[in-house]
């Protein structure tokens, strides 16, 4: 356990440094928010109606500019090779890796969106729903994404692959994300919100409990 805390010390420390890709979801995220409602056009009742959705979507389609770095950097300078080798499993590494890119990318993204909810019109009522379901939501994006990552790995057109493998993976999320919020703002049906965060939260925890296991068993075959 010892190990696992340092370890994720080191990756969040790694993550949050000059070649961190929080800095690039934190602006694709920031500049997808705001351009979005001048694409869309001035009435604002129809841009609040759809702002769940913008949010979600936007979020998922940050997700996949970040996925290719879960390993792909420790692959290419040897770094996995000395964790095949080391104390801790591959299933470990693979918890890890996938846990420091929530904290580190989807983390910021929270804590940027109230200020964002303005562009787009979001009831500032319902921000803290909002703020909920992407906590909820969010860690399938990091856990299922991990396994795209792994499983694209030794390919050279990794970054290419990954979203097309993983991103119908994520349209449940994105289903069920963006009706949660909408169910409660614009239907006033909080047993319907509360049937669908459930969802979303089954989602996250089957993606907590099994992906890592098969992202480390598809880099343990990589060194078969």
Sequence with gaps: MRLLKLLLVKEIK???S??????????????TIILLPIGIGPNKSFLSSIS?????????????????SIFYDDYNDGTLDLYKIGPMSLVEISFVKAMSHWLTNFLPLILIL?????????????????IITIILGTPSLSFIGSLG??????????????????????????IFGS???????????????????????????????LCPFISGYILDSNYD
């Design 14 to 16: 790694d993550s949050f």
């Design 18 to 31: 000059l070649k961190g890709s929080y800095i690039l979801s934190l602006t694709f995220f920031s500049v």
């Design 52 to 68: 769940p959705g913008l949010v979600w979507v936007s979020i998922v389609l940050t997700s996949l500019l970040s996925l290719n």
């Design 114 to 130: 109230p200020v964002l909810s303005i562009f787009i019109d979001f009831p500032s009522k319902m921000l803290i729903y909002l």
């Design 149 to 174: 990552s792994s499983l694209t790995l030794s390919l050279k057109q990794h970054n290419l692959l990954i979203p097309l493998i993983i991103f119908p993976l994520f349209i449940p999320t994105l």
């Design 179 to 209: 009706g949660a919020i909408s169910s409660l703002i614009y239907i006033g049906l909080e047993d319907l919100f509360i049937r669908q965060l459930l969802i979303l939260s089954g989602i996250s925890g089957l993606s907590i409990s």
